[in-house]
């Protein structure tokens, strides 16, 4: 008989009863939480021990939104070093205090997003685009590569656009922006 993806996947939610963020003493995020025993050795035979939770303290943890531009505070995956997954936080409003503040600054550092909110100028050249924007963090200078396949529409209104050194900017609403500067970004829409 088939098994269904939710039968065959056990997703540990993590909750303000079973997990607890802190900070290391160099400033990253870690985790001590209430789950079962973690397997941190792929050598390890985990046939045998209990599966019952335990506290345990996993240290440095990374988050990874699930839906980084349409629920940014749901569905944070936390995982290790390697990208194994411990489980996730299904709604960050559900932690308060240090704990949210920790993962808030941990996001925040990763998913570093300036808004564009004027594009002062915009010039093609040997197969690269020059762009001057104004942003919510100050006047910042960008060049892409492929100014087509930059700009990513996130929905009609939303973009996110990638420089040649791996930044990202967004445009929350295209529409919003003043006449200049949405003449200058028509031409790729």
């Not at 529409?175 to 949405?182: E, H, I, P, Q, T």
Request: glycine share 6%; hydrophobic share 35%; proline share 5%.
């Amino acid at each position: 008989m088939a098994q269904s993806f939710t039968e065959l996947v056990e997703i540990i939610y993590f909750t303000p009863e079973n997990a607890e963020f802190y900070e290391t003493e160099n400033g990253f995020a870690a985790l001590k939480a209430f789950i079962p025993p973690v397997k941190k050795d792929d050598l390890a035979d985990d046939a045998e021990g209990s599966k019952e939770p335990v506290w345990q303290d996993l240290g440095r943890v990374l988050f990874h939104r699930a839906f980084p531009y349409e629920k940014p505070d749901e569905f944070i995956s936390v995982q290790d070093e390697d990208g194994r997954e411990y489980g996730m936080i299904r709604n960050l409003a559900d932690f308060d205090g240090k704990g949210r503040d920790i993962v808030d600054k941990s996001l925040s550092r990763k998913y570093f997003c300036p808004e564009i909110k004027k594009i002062r100028r915009l010039q093609e050249q040997f197969g690269y685009s020059l762009w001057e924007v104004d942003t919510n963090v100050g006047p910042r200078e960008l060049v892409l590569k492929d100014t087509f396949g930059s700009i990513i529409r996130v929905s009609d209104t939303y973009l996110v656009i990638l420089d040649i050194s791996g930044n990202r900017y967004v445009i929350p609403d295209v529409s919003a922006l003043d006449r200049k500067s949405y003449r200058k970004i028509e031409l790729y829409l």
